[in-house]
């Protein structure tokens, strides 16, 4: 708020005090005086500023702020610009580049920030830039394409600061694209071997797999090699299963189960894992293994039968014969006396003997040898006389006399010494052999070592080859003892000599000397023949010992990418195919002439590479790839598109490449059996027990009526029979015995089937035989009106008075009630009851379930002992007044 002044402050300078507690500030008046803030000293708003500053242009003249009457601008007070004076004031006009009252500011030109990319250096309305890294232009505006070299081999470049990033072609890879991606190094091929390409591989499969990366495993059960049996895929080959009967690599053979010879007596006939024995007459069984009995009838009249194979052969009795022994044996008719009269007995004969034989059939000649009349050989008996064989070496009537072999004079060189039946021959020197006939042979030894034996007699004689001497051959004759060799050393040989001369002789005794300049040596200069040796004179420019080497200009490579060409004293460069220049330093743009149809050009060294775009190949990418090349469609025909195909499949199959077949067994169409699945189509091999196509039919083991007495229930290759009651036995074969527990207490029991019947003892009834008499009376006309429960009905046994009228019933142990019409008066048959009332059957109209006439009556229900209600309510229903209640005796 303001305040008004106080009078000790100068009224001309303050015009008013502006408070804010605790503070205020004093103002100068407006007239040209320069407001200056004071504090106020106290609560009394005092200022401590006594005076006010007057303004620009103003001076202060007994305190009162009036115009300047000097020039403002001299001096000069604006250090960079123009003065300009008014009222007492100036005001400047800078020079450009400065700024400020006084123009005593450099105006910074940096402030704008010019340099985009780089620090800003000052000058009087000037400025430069110091670029960073990487830029360039006058505000460092400018990037600098670090792509400008080309830098990315493959691939694309794109600008950064002070570098550059490749964005590679499909399938490279490195800073600059230099490397090749190996897209095998995953490896792809599950089972082949990778090759790599550029952005691609291709997989070599093993065999029996297939795909783009081999993961398929060629099914080789596709072609359903296994004629008999279940085909399992195995890698690169199949296994057949073979159904029963059957063999071979592909289920092909049936198994000959004849192999074995199982018909023991016939002939084998194979089926499919079975056999037909066709028996051989006389034959039966199986395996045709069992003997018919021909003996079965007896036919042996007179003896015993032995049974044969079809046959049967009879062992007569002793003095039978015949085929069934039926005819006496006549023993003389085999003339069994050789030398004698046969007499015919019964089962017997005698022999009366020619003279000079003796025995039971006169078949002992006398033996004359019996003496040993022959001394050196063997005695042959005769009729009534002998004759001797006698042995090698002996002769005579009796083999007395030695015979003398020498007499032939058989030893043709040497002396004869007999022996019996034999001779020795002791040969002279030099001879040998059985008879002396065989000159020994000296040289068989080849003891002549270099040179031919001549055999002699006991003796031999070598004649030795040229250059050989001695007894046997064995000195070789030295012609190196001559020295034949003028230049050099001799070596012996057979029959011969050998020089070998000194370095520079030549010839048979190395006689000449060498000429080393015949061969013209020298290539560029002239010959100087010397011993062993020689000395070229090159001619100018050439080099070497045989002057063949041409000075080399091209020694300091100066063919950067080419081929020097020395010449003499020059060179040439023979530029490699891509580069040009006179040293061969430019590589040629074989991109210039964009080859690369339909992908990037990569320029090479006199070649071009084309990274083609995905589906494209060929060396300019001007072929569509033809995905379908590869057979990739298993089992369909292929449709070929821009980097991808499709696949037609055949009926069965399924999946991108047709590589599915479709399993035709996915509906589990067989009903009890296992699905072999096939190409578009399926077969069942049913469990046992089925059969049909889809093995939905139960085959009927039922069929062939195996229960004897009971019903068949079929089963799964089984079958059950539910006997007959009174019937057991896996084929209800056998009757059980239902006397077996002695059910008749006081009677005998007679089996029946599923029953039995008890014949009880005199004083029993009851099916068990186990009661006596039970008796109900009822006022009544029959005993039928027990099922219709009446309160005029009296137990026997009770003592009740019976009343006159009343009949009585006899009820048994199974609540069977016998009626009789006319039922007996109760005064007319009075205890003992022998006769009991409707015994012997009923007629009429009778209450109750009654079969039929003479048929007993059976109650509906079984009733409670106790209280004569029913245990048993099913049949005693309410709505049925007939079997409401039933009634026994206690």
């Keep these: 708020m303001a305040v008004p002044i106080p009078p000790m402050v100068k009224p001309a300078f303050v015009l008013w005090v502006y408070l804010e507690e605790p503070n205020a500030y004093c103002f100068c008046a407006a007239r040209g005086l320069a407001p200056v803030s004071g504090q106020i000293g106290s609560l009394h708003y005092t200022c401590i500023t006594s005076s006010c500053t007057c303004n620009a242009g103003y001076e202060d003249v007994d305190g009162v702020c009036t115009i300047s009457s000097s020039d403002p601008c001299q001096p000069n007070p604006c250090q960079n610009g123009q003065c300009v004076g008014s009222l007492g004031t100036f005001t400047c006009s800078c020079n450009e580049g400065y700024t400020g009252t006084l123009c005593d500011t450099d105006i910074v030109d940096c402030a704008s920030n010019p340099c985009q990319n780089g620090n800003c250096v000052d000058g009087v309305n000037s400025y430069s830039c110091n670029c960073n890294t990487g830029y360039t232009g006058v505000n460092c505006q400018i990037n600098i394409d670090d792509c400008a070299s080309n830098p990315c081999q493959n691939g694309n470049c794109v600008d950064g600061l002070n570098s550059y990033t490749c964005n590679c072609n499909p399938g490279y890879t490195g800073v600059n694209c230099e490397t090749n991606i190996d897209e095998c190094s995953s490896h792809p091929c599950q089972n082949g071997n990778c090759v790599d390409g550029v952005n691609s591989y291709t997989c070599n499969c093993n065999p029996g797999y297939t795909g783009v990366i081999c993961e398929t495993n060629i099914d080789e059960c596709s072609s359903h090699p296994c004629q008999n049996g279940n085909c399992v895929d195995g890698v690169n080959s199949y296994t057949c299963n073979c159904n029963p009967g059957y063999t071979g690599v592909n289920c092909e053979t049936n198994i000959d189960e004849c192999s074995s010879h199982p018909c023991q007596n016939g002939n084998c006939v194979d089926g499919v894992n079975s056999y037909t024995c066709n028996c051989n007459p006389g034959y039966t069984g199986v395996n045709c293994e069992s003997n018919i009995d021909e003996c079965s009838s007896n036919p042996c009249q007179n003896g015993h039968c032995a049974d044969g194979v079809n046959s049967y052969t009879c062992n007569c009795n002793p003095g039978y014969t015949g085929v069934n022994c039926e005819t006496n044996i006549d023993e003389c008719s085999s003339n069994p006396c050789q030398n004698g009269h046969c007499a015919d007995g019964v089962n017997s004969y005698t022999c009366n003997c020619n003279p000079g034989y003796t025995g039971v059939n006169c078949e002992t000649n006398i033996d004359e040898c019996s003496s040993h009349p022959c001394q050196n050989g063997n005695c042959v008996d005769g009729v009534n006389s002998y004759t001797c064989n006698c042995n090698p070496g002996y002769t005579g009537v009796n083999c007395e006399s030695n015979i003398d072999e020498c007499s032939s004079h058989p030893c043709q060189n040497g002396n004869c010494v007999d022996g019996v039946n034999s001779y020795t021959c002791n040969c002279n020197p030099g001879y040998t052999g059985v008879n002396c006939e065989t000159n020994i042979d000296e040289c068989s030894s080849h003891p002549c070592q270099n040179g031919n034996c001549v055999d002699g007699v006991n003796s031999y004689t070598c004649n030795c080859n040229p250059g050989y001497t001695g007894v046997n051959c064995e000195s070789n004759i030295d012609e190196c003892s001559s020295n034949p060799c003028q230049n050099g050393n001799c070596v012996d040989g057979v029959n011969s000599y050998t020089c070998s001369c000194n370095p520079g002789y030549t010839g048979v005794n190395c006689d000449s000397d060498i000429d080393e300049c015949s061969s013209s040596p020298c290539q560029n200069g002239n010959c100087v023949d010397g011993v062993n040796s020689y000395t070229c004179n090159c001619n100018p420019g050439y080099t070497g010992v045989n002057c063949e080497t041409d000075i080399d200009e091209c020694s300091s490579n100066p063919c950067q990418n080419g081929n020097c060409v020395d010449g003499v004293n020059s060179y040439s460069c023979n530029c490699n195919p891509g580069y040009t220049g006179v040293n061969c330093e430019t590589n040629i743009d074989e991109c210039s002439s964009n080859p690369c149809q339909n992908g990037n050009c990569v320029d090479g060294v006199n070649s071009y590479s084309c990274n083609c775009n995905p589906g494209y190949t060929g060396v300019n990418c001007d072929s569509d790839i033809d995905e379908c090349s590869s057979n990739p469609c298993q089992n369909g025909n292929c449709v070929d598109g821009v980097n991808s195909y499709t696949c037609n499949c055949n009926p069965g199959y399924t999946g991108v490449n047709c590589e599915t077949d479709i399993d035709d067994c996915a509906s589990n169409p067989c009903q009890n059996g296992n699905c072999v699945d096939g190409v578009n189509s399926y077969s069942c091999n049913c469990n046992p027990g089925y059969t049909g196509v889809n093995c939905e039919t139960n085959i009927d083991e039922c069929s062939s009526n195996p229960c004897q007495n009971g019903n068949c229930v079929d089963g799964v290759n089984s079958y059950t029979c539910n006997c007959n009651t009174g019937y057991t036995g896996v084929n209800c074969e056998t009757n ?146 007939t079997f409401g209640v039933c009634i026994r005796l206690l």
């Design 736 to 881: 059980i015995d239902d006397c077996q527990s002695n059910p008749c207490q006081n009677g005998v029991c007679v089996d029946g089937v599923n029953s039995y019947n008890c014949s009880c003892n005199p004083g029993y009834s009851g099916t068990l035989c186990d009661i006596g008499m039970f008796l109900l009376f009822t006022s009544t006309s029959s005993c039928g009106s027990i099922l219709s429960y009446s309160n005029e009905t009296v137990d026997a046994t009770t003592g009740e008075a019976v009343q006159d009228g009343w009949i009585m019933c006899y009820i048994d142990s199974d609540d069977t009630a016998y009626l009789d019409t006319p039922c007996v008066d109760l005064l007319q048959d009075v205890p003992p009851y022998d006769k009991f009332g409707c015994w012997h059957g009923c007629s009429g109209s009778q209450e109750g379930p009654a079969y039929a006439d003479n048929e007993i009556i059976k109650l509906a229900c079984r009733p409670n002992t106790k209280n004569n209600e029913a245990l048993n309510d099913d049949l005693c229903s309410t709505g049925d007044t």
